[in-house]
């Protein structure tokens, strides 16, 4: 088994004690290209994660040993699954493990970008802090408000149940009308740009996919109500970075609270410049509990292929 991503330390340990593990030569940056084809010389199954670029052609160029790709992550935008599919891999994820810890960084998102709590943590460490004032660092308040969700699946429903604690109106735009079981009194808009005046907080749910690409732009961004909060936990690419940095300029957005980034561990010079972002270093699912459960399911998959040849229950190719 080639590990290409240090893992935490149970589950290397396990990993160890079912498998001959090749373990990963550099963590930052991640393999990728021909370092990654190379790594998995010999492997019967390969584990990544995002940052591991799975190329069409790294999948084209690894060795025939290789039957199963499993990502340490829901999303698998970082794997080309028709070039997967065409050599007849595997490939496997680790959904439902990392909704809670995801959906809690949404919260933190959108609470520390309305907050301020970046700015205000900033200057708290700079030492700069001369004293409560009544109009000092006034956010936006979160209760009572509408939250706008795209993408209601698992992540987008558990937002949602956060956000009903405190007291705001669920709208959401998913490509079906979900089940009141499911979705209780949330609001269905077929569309995005239905959505999208509707939302005092917009929090992005949806995969990165080629139709979700700069899905937020300048067009959209538009439509929200002057002064809306824009959280962004899924990834980098649903958002147009130049049109979201303008209307964070034109004060369209109030603020806007990012955990992910296009072509990270890049992140637009216009988000640090911005005062009124809140950006973390893609943290979601950044828990020791949550990190545990996603290799231990990733290792579960690996085990149906490798060591008892069925199914994995989280086949996505
Ligand atoms: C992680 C994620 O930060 O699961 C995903 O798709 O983006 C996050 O859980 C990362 O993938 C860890 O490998």
Redesign the pocket.
């Known amino acids: 088994l080639a590990l290409a991503r240090t893992l935490p330390d149970d589950v290397e340990a396990r990993a160890a004690r079912d498998y001959d593990v090749r373990a990963a030569p550099v963590d930052t940056p991640a393999l990728g290209g021909e370092a990654l084809v190379a790594h998995a010389d010999g492997a019967d199954g390969l584990l990544v994660?995002?940052g591991n670029a799975v190329t069409a052609e790294v999948i084209q160029a690894l060795p025939d040993c290789v039957r199963v790709i499993a990502t340490?992550?829901?999303?698998f935008d970082h794997i080309d699954l028709d070039a997967a599919r065409a050599r007849g891999l595997i490939v496997t994820n680790?959904p439902d493990v990392?909704t809670d810890a995801?959906a809690d960084i949404a919260m933190l998102c959108m609470l520390g970008a309305a907050r301020r709590a970046g700015e205000g943590e900033a200057m708290m460490r700079a030492g700069e802090w001369i004293g409560w004032a009544p109009t000092q660092m006034m956010g936006v308040q979160v209760t009572g408000k509408r939250l706008g969700i795209i993408g209601m699946g698992r992540i987008g429903r558990a937002v949602a149940k956060r956000a009903r604690a405190f007291d705001m109106t669920i709208h959401y735009q998913d490509s079906k009308k979900l089940d009141t079981a499911v979705v209780g009194d949330a609001i269905y808009h077929a569309t995005v740009e239905d959505l999208l005046p509707h939302c005092d907080f917009v929090s992005l749910h949806c995969p990165a996919t080629p139709e979700t690409t700069k899905l937020m732009n300048a067009e959209r961004l538009a439509l929200l109500p002057k002064g809306a909060v824009l959280v962004n936990t899924a990834r980098g690419t649903v958002v147009d970075d130049e049109a979201v940095i303008a209307a964070l300029k034109s004060g369209q957005l109030a603020a806007a609270g990012l955990d992910v980034f296009t072509g990270e561990p890049n992140v637009h010079p216009g988000y640090r410049d911005q005062p009124n972002t809140f950006l973390l270093p893609?943290l979601?699912?950044?828990t020791i509990e949550t990190r545990n459960a996603?290799g231990f399911r990733a290792l579960d998959n690996l085990d149906a292929v490798l060591l008892r040849g069925e199914a994995p229950g989280d086949r996505v190719v």
């Open positions: 994660a995002p340490f992550s829901v999303g680790t990392l995801t893609h979601g699912s950044a996603m």
